[in-house]
């Protein structure tokens, strides 16, 4: 499968942001998917991930409140809304996918495929 991520953008601390990855293939229902981001001289970190099936939900804990990821199986998308966006949020996210169920959900080692990343900046 690949991913193509977009929707990344420029705003305010306390605006939103809806990011968005369409995926190409036609088993995207077999993966579980997720977010990522990496600021600038950091190491990339788990935002959140949903199971390939059955809809549940992980989430980092900065994250959890904020955000929602929600994945459209007819459309091969995954969207992640962000609310209330902090300046600490500033990174490049990225999507990610793996066929079936995953060990934690939330290291990088997990996923194979990935997206090339979409700029989210916000300023305080």
């Known amino acids: 499968v690949q991913l193509q991520a977009s929707g990344g953008g420029s705003v305010q601390a306390g605006k939103s942001l809806r990011l968005s990855c369409v995926a190409s293939g036609r088993t995207f229902n077999s993966y579980s998917v997720a977010w990522f981001r990496q600021a600038p001289g950091r190491e990339r970190e788990f935002v959140a991930a949903t199971r390939w099936i059955g809809g549940k939900t992980y989430y980092s804990d900065s994250a959890k409140g904020r955000f929602t990821i929600a994945r459209d199986d007819a459309k091969n998308t995954i969207a992640l809304q962000m609310n209330d966006l902090k300046p600490e949020d500033t990174a490049v996210y990225y999507c990610?996918?793996?066929?079936?169920?995953?060990?934690?959900?939330?290291?990088?080692?997990?996923?194979?495929?990935w997206g090339q990343g979409t700029q989210v900046t916000v300023s305080s």
């Open positions: 990610a996918a793996q066929q079936y169920d995953l060990t934690t959900y939330k290291t990088d080692q997990e996923y194979g495929h």
